[in-house]
């Protein structure tokens, strides 16, 4: 069957660390992979997309890699901060018929 | 230029009601999505609209409906309410193209909070 996992519900990191998320999956074969940030209360905000033929994308302290072999995709936060306290959703495009999200990774970063 | 606009933000009706849920897309875009978000089942599919048509559509029953307008505005109707309907429904918009692609962002709006009695 199909499924999307991302590696924990909650995360827990020191400010100034990186934070590393990791969204698996299961049966798909998706061409575009793209990440997205949701705080409590409101709607997701996309932050990167990466295509199957690309290893990685970089935007600021955000770095994302994709591995189609291991069916793979981490989220790599550099330098954290308390504000990039958030959940945070893999999404992958089905066969590009539509989106389907992982669950989410609850991150809290600590002063 | 403004974002994607739902209305209403808060919604509370009682079991076998139905309801309607309003999306606003970003100015210029065609596509419109809708996704049901809850703690348990997290953010699922609904249905995809481009160009007032239903593109593609996820696993809900038929009591759960959308229309797309000539000015890309969206709505969803839900019949016949159970309390399983309880969630936070978001809509997205894309710019969209003729054949459906997963290489567009796509900009969520803030959701309508749907509560059954």
């Known amino acids: 069957s199909q499924k999307i996992e991302q590696n924990s519900e909650a995360l827990n990191i020191q400010e100034g660390k990186t934070a590393t998320l990791t969204c698996n999956y299961t049966n798909y074969s998706p061409a575009y992979l793209q990440w997205y940030r949701q705080d409590p209360g409101r709607g997701p905000v996309f932050l990167l997309l990466?295509?199957?033929?690309?290893k990685e994308k970089r935007k600021e302290r955000l770095k994302v890699t994709f591995d189609t072999t291991l069916k793979q995709s981490l989220f790599h936060i550099t330098a954290s901060q308390p504000a990039d306290s958030a959940t945070y959703l893999c999404?992958?495009?089905?066969?590009?018929?539509?989106?389907?999200f992982g669950p989410g990774t609850r991150l809290s970063v600590l002063p | 230029k403004a974002g994607v606009t739902q209305t209403p933000r808060y919604l509370i009706k009682t079991r076998g009601q139905q309801v309607t849920l309003s999306c606003s897309p970003i100015?210029?875009?065609?596509?419109v999505s809708w996704y049901q978000q809850t703690p348990g089942q997290g953010l699922q599919f609904l249905f995809e609209?481009?160009?007032?048509?239903?593109?593609n559509k996820g696993n809900f029953p038929g009591r759960f409906s959308g229309r797309q307008f000539s000015n890309s505005r969206s709505e969803m109707n839900v019949s016949t309410l159970e309390l399983g309907d309880s969630a936070l429904y978001l809509c997205a918009s894309s710019l969209g193209t003729e054949s459906v692609s997963g290489n567009q962002p796509q900009h969520f709006g803030d959701g309508t909070r749907l509560s059954i009695l």
């Open positions: 999404a992958l495009d089905n066969y590009g018929q539509n989106f389907v």
């Open positions: 990466i295509r199957e033929n690309e």
């Open positions: 100015s210029g875009h065609r596509s």
């Open positions: 609209y481009f160009s007032e048509t239903q593109r």
